[in-house]
């Protein structure tokens, strides 16, 4: 016989149910403009009762089962994480969209100073798609301060990415001439810092390249100054002089290539330099060392030509059409940095040297919609939703929009 409490508890049930299906509705509705926002689905289930009025239920919901045998229903809310929003353009430097899978990585700051505090396990990072992306300085207030993320420690002079909660924008540190490849925890993931970086120590000149003409008759000697970057990433000067020239008939002239530096002092260097008939350079390179670097000069673009200019005293001239470029940095202080749709972070320096410091790796999961939902459009991992699978923009995923959010 059917139970009146079991038909009420069936109606109750109902009511419920719809009005879990219209605070999610709400909610979507509440949180249409809001960025990196996943809206919610809710699909209704079936519930059978059983005698005993003890089994049965939605284990998901923990949901009691109806009791006396009496069937109900309820409602199953899921995050439809997986499903990609519009995407905007802001023209926002630190503004980063993801067009294909993949979510951000955060480091929560007040979770971590909290379990710091309370000699707690450090909780693990949470995700997230929405880029609007902030400077965070840290400071007692906000959790920051004497925060130590995955062993670096911030310091409270400078900036770093963060999401609208505060919560820390991880990548992977670069090392120069190291290859990045995608890590398999997010362990070794750190905060990204935009402000207060070392300065750029200068780079030594390597290759140059340069073009001059060589006067084929009326000098014997001919000299032009170039300059370099020093292992110090000091500029230094230096003279290269072309003398006592010698013509092998049929074959062109030899001259012989001295280098000395500001002071006269002579540098090892390419000790022969020839030309062919038609005045074209015979030698494609030369070497020079100073200021503890040997760099090299292109010189294919030296020719013999013509007489020599009227300036020309005691067979001394100075080559005509001179062109220099070379390779080396001086020293430059930091002054922020770009991100690339690869998700490369690239820092830039007042002597106009780019050096990548961080490189923005994007987490996968197996099935993302089925991930804790947290306050500030972020999820945590469950078992459901399987964990975190790191990957490379342009890779393994697709190129961030830069200057754009979802």
């Known amino acids: 016989m059917t139970s009146l409490n079991g038909i009420y508890d069936n109606g109750v049930m109902g009511m419920l149910a719809q009005s879990n299906a219209m605070g999610g509705l709400s ?20 519930l059978l009762g059983e ?11 923990k949901t009691p089962a109806p009791a006396n045998n009496q069937n109900g229903v309820t409602s199953i809310t899921t995050n439809l994480v997986s499903v990609n929003g519009a995407i905007q353009d802001t023209g926002n430097d630190f503004d980063l969209a993801i067009p294909g899978n993949g979510m951000f990585v955060f480091a929560d700051t007040q979770s971590i100073n909290a379990a710091a505090l309370a000699g707690a396990t450090v909780p693990g990072p949470v995700y997230g798609r929405a880029g609007n992306l902030k400077e965070f300085v840290p400071t007692q207030s906000n959790g920051g301060a004497g925060l130590t993320v995955n062993g670096v420690a911030l310091q409270s002079n400078a900036a770093y990415l963060a999401n609208q909660n505060g919560q820390l924008l991880l990548g992977i540190p670069v090392t120069p001439g190291t290859p990045v490849t995608a890590p398999t925890s997010t362990g070794s993931l750190v905060p990204i810092q935009v402000s207060s970086q070392a300065p750029f120590p200068g780079q030594a000149t390597t290759t140059a390249t340069l073009g001059a003409v060589i006067p084929a008759v009326g000098a014997t000697s001919v000299s032009t100054p170039i300059s370099f970057f020093d292992s110090n990433g000091q500029q230094q000067g230096a003279t290269l002089t072309w003398s006592n ?23 090892p260097a390419t000790a022969q330099f020839s030309f062919d008939n038609s005045g074209n350079s015979l030698t494609p390179a030369v070497s020079i060392t100073g200021g503890g670097t040997t760099f090299t000069v292109d010189t294919t673009g030296v020719q013999m030509l013509g007489n020599a200019p009227a300036s020309t005293t005691n067979g001394q001239a100075i080559a005509s059409n001179t062109s220099y470029t070379q390779n080396g940095l001086p020293q430059g202080t930091f002054n922020g940095v770009k991100i690339n749709p690869d998700g490369t972070v690239v820092g830039q320096y007042t002597n106009g040297a780019t050096k990548v410091l961080y490189q923005i790796p994007l987490a996968l999961f197996g099935s993302p919609d089925n991930m804790q939902a947290l306050s500030g459009q972020v999820y945590a991992p469950t078992q459901a939703s399987g964990a975190a699978h790191l990957g490379l923009p342009g890779q393994q995923v697709a190129n961030l929009n830069v200057g754009a959010v979802e």
């Open 245 to 267: 020239p010698v013509v092998t008939p049929g074959a062109g002239v030899t001259w012989t290539l001295t280098a000395t530096d500001s002071q006269g002092n002579a540098l």
């Open 27 to 46: 909610q979507n509705i509440a949180n249409i403009d809001t960025i990196g926002y996943k809206r919610t689905e809710t699909t209704f289930a079936t």
């Open 51 to 61: 005698n005993n009025g003890t089994t049965g239920g939605n284990s998901l919901t």
